[in-house]
């Protein structure tokens, strides 16, 4: 089967590699390039933990191949902070409420909460949640995410 | 890795992917938002040589409303975009009102219209709405295209009218008469889960708030979407009193067929039918009348 060289920009950073066309985009951000960050749960679309941007908006990196990427902008978890010890103030939203326990399903969530927050600064609880509804958490309850996710509305001026 | 080898082309234009198509024959699954065909893929129930990825093809991406108020999807726009576009929201509202019960937005992300219809699953919502909303799809191959009505498109489970080397390029809504009222809804275990039952509701009636026309569409009551044609009929002539939406509800027990599963029984499913039916029926004669 025929290799494809692409080039993708990933956290601001492009680069080209030669893949096989099968290779699930979240395979490839998790093994090609170490992002870790990405997690895989189910692999076929139900847990929303391998959710990343793409093109700013978020989506399953599980439902797709790395070679659709080709030309265009993927953001993972590790783009959040801007450095370490510097966390993005989401992140740090997560940190203060208890938004998280095992940190399984917390990229996935970060990354959905960022675009949605950004178009809906001031959402109420049940918008919060029906934001959330693709992404499924096996610890928290969820009371604590959807805290830490109204907390960081209410700090909404932070910007992106 | 999970999905088995395949070789992988993503045509620029329209016609190269009727080209490809043609050559490859069975070989070559068409790929679009891929929220139905990568996970099978990932589960190796499907095994395709060849993916055709229709996602670089800017021309199968629009919508459109005609001065004949005919409304037109390109079967490559997203079901977000479709959410969120004002046209769908003005012309289209049963569309608009069934689009977020589609998944999660991570997957409305990149699902798309076309390939939701073509998918053909009888529990999804947009093969409903197309039926309800009296829609066609054209599917083009190289060298020819055709128009087949929503009633005529769906055949059996998971299964359409369409053939191999075609594809589906455009949806087509013509526009609801006057005094035309619409709903849907459904039920489902968690909220972007594939509902256990819901249905589409269209009613059109005369000045004195009598019917003259309906239409009644259920997802996962059979193997395709089932439009209860002859339940439908009975509320012509008919006002919204309780007794007749009763009766017509009833009615509709012999047209659909839902099946035991591991979600919910076939009397589940058929008593979710009977009250989700005399939901929609009040408020599409509400909103008919109001218009
Ligand atoms: C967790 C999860 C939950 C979901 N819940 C729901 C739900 O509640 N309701 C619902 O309706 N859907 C649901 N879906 C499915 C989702 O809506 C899909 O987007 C849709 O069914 C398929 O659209 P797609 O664009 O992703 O098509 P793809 O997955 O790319 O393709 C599906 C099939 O259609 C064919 N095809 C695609 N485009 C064309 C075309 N233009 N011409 C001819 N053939 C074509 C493909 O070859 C393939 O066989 C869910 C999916 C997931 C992962
Ligand atoms: S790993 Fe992608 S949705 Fe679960
Ligand atoms: S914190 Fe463990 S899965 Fe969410």
């Known amino acids: 089967m025929s290799d494809h060289t692409i080039s993708i920009t990933v956290n601001g950073k492009t680069e080209e590699h030669t893949i096989e066309p099968r290779l699930l985009l979240s395979d490839f951000l998790r093994h090609q390039l170490g992002l870790t960050g990405t997690h895989v749960g189910c692999e076929h679309g139900v847990c929303g933990a391998c959710t990343v941007l793409f093109d700013g908006q978020p989506v399953r990196s599980c439902l797709m191949f790395a070679v659709q990427a080709n030309g265009h902008e993927i953001m993972t978890v590790e783009g959040l902070a801007k450095s370490m010890g510097n966390l993005h103030p989401l992140q740090q939203a997560f940190w203060e409420a208890h938004g998280l326990q095992c940190g399984f399903c917390t990229p996935g969530i970060l990354l959905t909460l960022l675009p949605f927050l950004a178009e809906n600064p001031r959402p109420t609880e049940a918008e919060v949640r029906e934001a959330l509804s693709g992404n499924l958490c096996r610890c928290t309850g969820y009371q604590h995410i959807v805290d830490a996710a109204l907390l960081a509305a209410s700090r909404m001026e932070f910007g992106n | ?266 009397d589940y499913k058929r008593h979710l039918a009977k009250v989700l039916t005399v939901r929609v029926l009040q408020q599409a004669f509400t909103r008919a009348v109001n218009e």
């Open chain 2, 1 to 266: 890795m999970k999905p088995a080898p395949f070789e992988y082309i993503a045509p620029t234009s329209l016609a190269e992917a009727l080209t490809a198509v043609r050559q490859h024959g069975s070989d070559a699954s068409l790929l679009a938002g891929g929220q139905s065909l990568v996970p099978v893929m990932n589960f190796r129930l499907a095994q395709p040589a060849m993916l055709v990825d229709l996602n670089r093809i800017p021309e199968l991406d629009y919508v459109r409303r005609e001065g004949n108020g005919f409304i037109r999807i390109g079967s490559m726009t997203r079901q977000r975009t479709l959410e969120r576009h004002p046209l769908i929201a003005q012309y289209t509202p049963l569309l608009h009102e069934a689009l977020p019960y589609i998944a999660h937005p991570q997957i409305r992300n990149r699902g798309t219209i076309g390939g939701s219809l073509a998918h053909a699953d009888p529990a999804a919502e947009l093969p409903v709405i197309l039926l309800a909303l009296n829609g066609r799809v054209q599917l083009q191959k190289s060298g020819g295209a055709r128009w087949v009505h929503g009633r005529d498109f769906y055949t059996d489970l998971f299964t359409t009218a369409r053939a191999e080397d075609e594809i589906l390029t455009e949806i087509e809504l013509p526009p609801l008469p006057p005094r035309t009222g619409v709903a849907f809804t459904e039920v489902a275990r968690r909220h972007g889960d594939y509902a256990l039952s819901g249905v589409a509701a269209v009613v059109t009636v005369d000045e004195r708030a009598v019917c003259t026309a309906a239409r009644l569409v259920y997802l996962n009551a059979g193997d395709t979407p089932i439009s209860a044609t002859q339940a439908a009929a009975l509320l012509v002539g008919e006002q919204a009193d309780e007794e007749v939406l009763t009766a017509v509800a009833h009615a509709t027990q012999q047209e659909i067929t839902p099946t035991t599963d591991i979600h919910a029984t076939a």
